[in-house]
Each structure stands twice: as structure tokens, then as C-alpha cells.
């Protein structure tokens, strides 16, 4: 019941996704090119989005524990530091590149195309690269 | 002038830009999709439905029940094309204006930044922002700015 819950939210997410466009690299990366092919989509995918999750987060938050677990798994990170806001500027820089992010790219693996499976395959090498330097920059700061 | 040059510009970085359709009704329909998932996932699992934050616990083993929790959200997510096919006939069009090898270096960047970041466009552009957490204002500031810039300096600039 878990697993088949968490696979219909999964579902839902990825036909949010296909429906929206945002499923094409082409459509997103004009969203950037402001000065040229510009195609406002995603903006609107942002506000459909939000006009559902700031109430429905609100209502759900109100309740003591979620439906299938015993209690919600919020991030409490407070700070705004340089790894946010350089680590998310880099992530722009690599999103400028490919046009897939980690949301859109998911949800495109089902169409079966070539592209998605390297990119996918290439953010998570990234992910490790980025696990293996931090693991080595925490020995470097605090030495156990 | 400008138009021949940014064309030079863009075949030199590999990328020749594309023209998408202005669609605004399905991307407010799929944008309020993707919303309702991430309030189901709150309300379901108590999880933030961050697809930086699903897939990097995949490769953290231990705990089986969040992992194949995890692995579910992922099935389920490359199911909606499938889904979306049956339902209209349609295959969801992709255009991909940007060379493999591109795609690849683009892929590893953004692995790492959102490794650093804690996060992408759903984890810090929908759910973050509906926590209303200043964390993700910022996030999504820097990595909607950083994006444009790329796209400008690679299509125009040069």
C-alpha cells in the first residue's frame, strides 16, 4: 500500500511534468533565452504549482503526523550561506547547458530517449563527485 | 548583424535555438499536477517531493524501507509518459537543441550543484517556496539567474 501510494504520487508528478512540457529540453532552456526564442511556459508551470502547494502545504501542515508515516520529514536548515547560493548557481549553469534538472529529466526516462539516460547518469556522477569533496573537505576542517 | 552572429555564436557552443509554442493553460494544468504530487507526498509520506533529495537517498543503503520507498516515486515518475501516451496518444514531444556531449557535461554541473545547493527546481522552486523557507527564495534566485545568464551567454554572447 506504501510503495503503491508512493508510486501513484511519482505518477501523478510525471504527468504533471509530461503535460506541462516541461518534459522538453528545447521548451525550457527558452524559457532563459529571454533575448531570443523566449517561451514564458515554465513560469507558468512554477504558479500552477504553487497556487496547489501553498494551501495544500498549509492543510496538510496543520495535521500532527502524515497519513502513512509517523511524522513528517521536514528540512530545518535555517542558513543562507555560499554552498547555497554557489552550489545553486551552479546548478543553473549545468540547467543552461543540458535544459533537463533533475525533476524534468526523471519523469523523461520513460520516453526512452538517449540524451536523458546520459544525462541522468551524468548527475549522478555528479552527485558522487560532489559527496567524495565534501567527505574530503570535512576531513580537511575537522579532524576527527 | 546581431542575429548572424548570435547564430555563429550558438553553433560554435553546439546549440541552435529552437521555437517552442507558448502554452499556457497545460503548463498551469501540469504545474497544478506537480503541485497536487508534492502536497500528496507531505501529506502521505511527510516527505518533500524534491527530486535532488528522492534520487541522491537512493544511493545512501541501509534502510530498506526508504529505499524502496524512493525507488517507487522514481518508477512512478518515469511512468507518466507511458500514462500520458494511453491516455491522449500522444508521445510528449522532445527536442533536445543541445549536442550528448553537452548534455553530459551539463548533467555532471548540475549534479554537483544541487548536491551543494540541497536541491533543484522541485525540491527549493515548489516545495521550498510553499514553505514559504527563505533558503529556497534564494536557491531558486540564483539558479533561475545563473540559468539565464548561461543561455544568453551561449546564444548571444561570445
Known amino acids: 500500500m506504501r510503495l503503491l501510494s508512493a508510486f501513484a504520487i511519482g505518477l501523478v508528478f510525471g504527468l504533471g511534468i509530461t503535460v506541462s512540457g516541461m518534459i522538453n529540453p528545447a521548451k525550457v532552456l527558452n524559457f532563459f533565452d529571454i533575448a531570443g526564442t523566449w517561451d514564458p511556459s515554465l513560469a507558468f508551470v512554477m504558479a500552477g504549482a504553487l497556487a496547489v502547494a501553498i494551501p495544500g502545504y498549509r492543510m496538510v501542515l496543520r495535521s500532527p503526523a502524515p497519513r502513512m508515516e509517523d511524522r513528517f520529514q521536514l528540512p530545518d536548515m535555517r542558513v543562507i550561506d555560499r554552498r547555497l547560493v554557489l552550489g545553486s548557481a551552479t546548478f543553473g549553469l549545468g540547467w543552461g547547458i543540458a535544459g533537463f534538472c533533475p525533476g524534468g529529466a526523471l519523469p523523461a526516462l520513460g520516453t526512452g530517449a538517449f540524451d536523458v539516460h546520459v544525462f541522468v547518469a551524468a548527475l549522478v556522477a555528479g552527485m558522487f563527485i560532489a559527496r567524495w569533496l565534501r567527505s574530503r573537505t570535512l576531513v580537511a576542517t575537522r579532524p576527527l | ?158
Open chain 2, 1 to 158: 548583424m546581431g542575429a548572424n552572429a548570435a547564430r555563429a555564436a550558438a553553433e560554435i557552443c553546439g546549440t541552435k535555438p529552437m521555437e517552442t509554442e507558448f502554452t499556457p493553460w497545460t503548463a498551469l494544468a501540469g504545474g497544478a499536477l506537480i503541485g497536487s504530487a508534492a502536497v500528496l507526498l507531505l501529506a502521505v509520506h511527510g516527505r518533500i517531493l524534491g527530486a535532488t533529495g528522492i534520487l541522491g537517498g537512493l544511493f545512501r543503503l541501509g534502510d530498506a524501507a526508504d529505499w524502496t520507498l524512493r525507488a517507487a516515486v522514481i518508477a512512478g515518475m518515469a511512468t507518466g509518459p507511458l500514462v500520458h501516451l494511453l491516455a491522449t496518444g500522444e508521445r510528449p514531444v522532445l527536442d533536445q537543441p543541445v549536442p550528448t556531449w553537452a548534455v553530459a557535461l551539463g548533467g555532471l554541473i548540475v549534479g554537483v550543484g544541487v548536491s551543494y545547493g540541497g536541491g533543484c527546481t522541485s525540491g527549493h522552486g515548489v516545495c521550498g517556496l510553499a514553505r514559504l523557507s527563505r533558503r529556497s527564495m534564494v536557491a531558486t534566485a540564483s539558479f533561475m539567474a545563473s540559468a539565464v545568464l548561461t543561455v544568453f551567454l551561449i546564444r548571444h554572447g561570445v
